[in-house]
């Protein structure tokens, strides 16, 4: 257990510290960097010494949570989902930015002489060009696109291109700007990263394609934490660069590229990130291969069961 010894019913008798787990920004170092000065002003609010865990991919921090190597979390909603649903998690806050936006926007990028001028001059291309895409647990680097681009055209875009690759946003964009690949998705705050980093290979790039809004991400938390440490963890990520040391605090979150706080929340905020899953389900269903409109109808009804089922539990009251 991360956090301490395990108690009679799966809690902890003794909290001797915290580790937070990092999704990967960039390089699992440059991400510890970032998030190291705020973490350590928490732990001095919580008064326990807090580690850090940053990993390089999505695959590798939900490993991490499902053996209780971390306690607390800055997740994707749909990595935040698998833990809610099967590694005793629960959302704590959600993220917030300095230009008060309510989300961010996944977007494809290409190089900026690529003769792609539209996602419709792509499709006209099966099987010509290189995509580089991010893991099945990112939000704007798969499950967005896949579902708003791919699966509405009933194409998986896995077998669409002649090859695929698979790293993080910083990667999937230098690879557009040096001509390693065609077509690279990636998300609108982690390109903003990239324009400040790498100014020259940003010069390089053009959006394609921009999505619809995507809810920020969130902090996770271990539901046999006691009740008054998750609480107090709580307390002190949504006080912080509010207070009389707001100043030096927002700095602070700076380092993590235009984090202004975190608003409380509950799993009520991974309804979004249902709802996308549910949606790529269904429109698979409906380009897959069946052997009759019954089986197919079958499938659908499944769907909308489990996924009825899941909000409730994502809508239900939070454990005390």
């Known amino acids: 257990m991360a956090a ?25 170092s440059e991400s510890l960097a970032a998030w190291r000065p705020m973490l350590d002003d928490l732990s001095h609010t919580l ?7 940053s990993v390089s991919t999505y695959e590798g921090l939900a490993q ?10 800055f997740v994707s909603g749909r990595l935040a989902l698998d833990a ?26 290409v190089a ?3 003769p792609l001028r539209s996602v419709d001059d792509l499709f006209r291309r099966p099987g010509q060009l290189r995509y580089a895409r991010g893991e099945v647990l990112s939000v704007s680097g798969y499950l967005v696109p896949e ?18 690759t698979v790293d993080n946003h910083q990667n999937n964009a230098l690879a557009v700007a040096n001509n390693e690949v065609d077509v690279a998705t990636n998300n609108t705050a982690d390109l903003e990263r990239f324009a400040q980093r790498f100014p020259d290979q940003y010069a390089r790039l053009r959006v394609l394609w921009t999505s619809s809004l995507i809810p920020h991400a969130v902090v996770v938390i271990r539901t046999d934490l006691p009740a008054d440490l998750r609480q107090r963890v709580t307390a002190a990520l949504t006080a912080y660069g509010k207070g009389r040391n707001a100043a030096a605090e927002l700095a602070k ?26 949606n790529l389900e269904r429109r698979r269903a409906y380009s897959a291969q069946w052997v009759s409109d019954t089986a197919m109808q079958a499938r659908l009804h499944k769907i909308d069961v489990e996924h009825e089922a899941l909000v409730r539990r994502l809508m239900a009251p939070p454990l005390p």
């Open 47 to 53: 008064r326990l010494p807090i580690r850090s865990l």
């Open 253 to 278: 979150l700076q380092m993590i590229h235009d984090v202004s706080g975190f608003t409380a929340a509950g799993n009520e905020a991974l309804v979004p990130f249902a709802d996308m899953e549910f």
């Open 64 to 73: 991490a949570m499902a053996e209780e190597r971390v306690d607390f979390a």
């Open 112 to 114: 900026k002489d690529s």
């Open 84 to 109: 809610v649903l099967n590694d005793r998690m629960q959302v704590i806050a959600q993220l917030t930015r300095g230009d008060g936006s309510r989300g961010y926007y996944a977007v494809l990028l």
């Open 4 to 28: 301490g010894q395990p108690g009679p019913a799966g809690g902890n008798t003794h909290i001797s510290a915290l580790t937070f787990g990092i999704l990967p920004i960039g390089g699992p």
């Open 147 to 164: 579902t708003q681009l791919f699966a509405n055209r009933r194409l998986d875009s896995d077998t669409f291109f002649a090859s695929v």
